[in-house]
């Protein structure tokens, strides 16, 4: 009797060797995986996301304006955009006493675009959203 072949798994080493070489050749190297998973995990907290996306609507908000659009207090938004910043996903200019935020450029605009239609698509299969 043979052993038996687990359900995520193959019974061959490789069953397409080109298609697997052309593949890898044609992904990201680690320093980009790196950063991208950071991008992501950046985006990963929901009051990050909820700024970004006020952002998103308004352009260009001070941190006052910013904080009390997405209900939290000046501190709280000062935090997060700190993380925002050292992942240049948004940035800011100072105008005298005021500093202003805006998003760093139009991938994030993009980024923020897809993940959206991602979560409110409806699958036709019956699946969730």
Known sequence: MSEPIPLDGCSVRLVDPERV???RAR??????TERMARVF??????????IVTALLEAGELCV???????G?????????????RAERTVR???DGR???????????RLLMDLALQ???HEHGDGGSA
């Open 21 to 23: 070489a052309s593949v």
């Open 27 to 32: 992904l990201p190297d680690g320093d980009a």
């Open 41 to 50: 995990h950046v985006l990963g907290e929901p009051a990050r996301v909820r």
């Open 64 to 70: 006052c304006d910013l904080a009390a659009t997405v």
């Open 72 to 84: 939290m207090t000046e501190a709280q938004t000062s935090q997060h955009l700190r993380v925002l």
């Open 92 to 94: 800011n200019r100072r």
């Open 98 to 108: 005021m500093v202003w935020y805006s998003l760093d450029d139009a991938h994030v």
């Open 118 to 120: 991602h979560v409110t």
